[in-house]
T-cell receptor, first 115, second 115 residues
Framework: DTGVSQNPRHKITKRGQNVTFRCDPI?????LYWYRQTLGQGPEFLTY????????KSRLLSDRFSAERPKGSFSTLEIQRTEQGDSAMYLC?????????????FGPGTRLTVT | GENVEQHPSTLSVQEGDSAVIKCTYS??????FPWYKQELGKRPQLIID?????GEKKDQRIAVTLNKTAKHFSLHITETQPEDSAVYFC??????????????FGAGTRLAVHP
């Protein structure tokens, strides 16, 4: 499968625990994005990488959230001290780094449930 | 701030009828407008997009129109089929020559096509 992949697909955790999600973008894509989608809503932008540089973080991304893309390939999103309000689908997307490379391709998402 | 409004939130049509979904955006600098289809439990998939230098784009049964002056764009699906049933999201993005492109999504339209 040459598309965007995410692991795990589902995560159930207790409030206060830390969780980490992984995203593997399409191999030639140098831009990587994280979005959060709650039930009945469109995806909301969280953060964006160009290669290994994190260029923007949404105000939705509190201090408990951290994202990395250490070698400009896969990325991880960590949530510390999870809260019930963190329950959502976390989507990763990637795109080409050219002037015409607007198209973003999404992964299947990681569904987080905080109990 | 940046905002995209999408209407209607739900749409029910008979197979073979046309469906129209409308979106308005607030950022006048937005220059790329993709539409995504999301089936239950699956990733959002790009179905059509339009750039601001084009007023209309068509791909088989789907078409998108853009009115930059009014800051609104629409998705048109003709000859609807049951497999068109899904949630459709519009999005807007301000892209630069470097391709920086944070997507701002609408809240989605749940389309149901009845046989």
């Amino acid at each position: 499968d040459t598309g965007v992949s995410q692991n795990p697909r589902h995560k159930i955790t207790k409030r206060g625990q830390n969780v980490t999600f992984r995203c593997d973008p399409i191999s030639e894509h140098n831009r990587l994005y994280w979005y959060r989608q709650t039930l009945g809503q469109g995806p909301e932008f969280l953060t964006y990488f160009q290669n290994e540089a994190q260029l923007e973080k949404s105000r939705l991304l509190s201090d408990r959230f951290s994202a990395e893309r250490p070698k400009g390939s896969f990325s991880t999103l960590e949530i510390q001290r999870t809260e019930q309000g963190d329950s959502a689908m976390y989507l990763c997307a990637s795109s080409l780094g050219t002037g015409a490379g607007y198209e973003q391709y999404f992964g299947p998402g990681t569904r987080l449930t905080v109990t | 701030g940046e905002n995209v409004e999408q209407h209607p939130s739900t749409l029910s049509v008979q197979e073979g009828d046309s469906a129209v979904i409308k979106c308005t955006y607030s950022d006048s600098a937005s220059n790329y407008f993709p539409w995504y289809k999301q089936e239950l439990g699956k990733r959002p998939q790009l179905i059509i997009d339009i750039r601001s230098n084009v007023g209309e784009k068509k791909d088989q049964r789907i078409a998108v129109t853009l009115n930059k002056t009014a800051k609104h764009f629409s998705l048109h699906i003709t000859e609807t089929q049951p497999e068109d049933s899904a949630v459709y999201f519009c999005a807007a993005v301000r892209g630069f020559s470097g391709g920086y492109n944070k997507l701002i999504f609408g809240a989605g339209t749940r389309l149901a096509v009845h046989p």
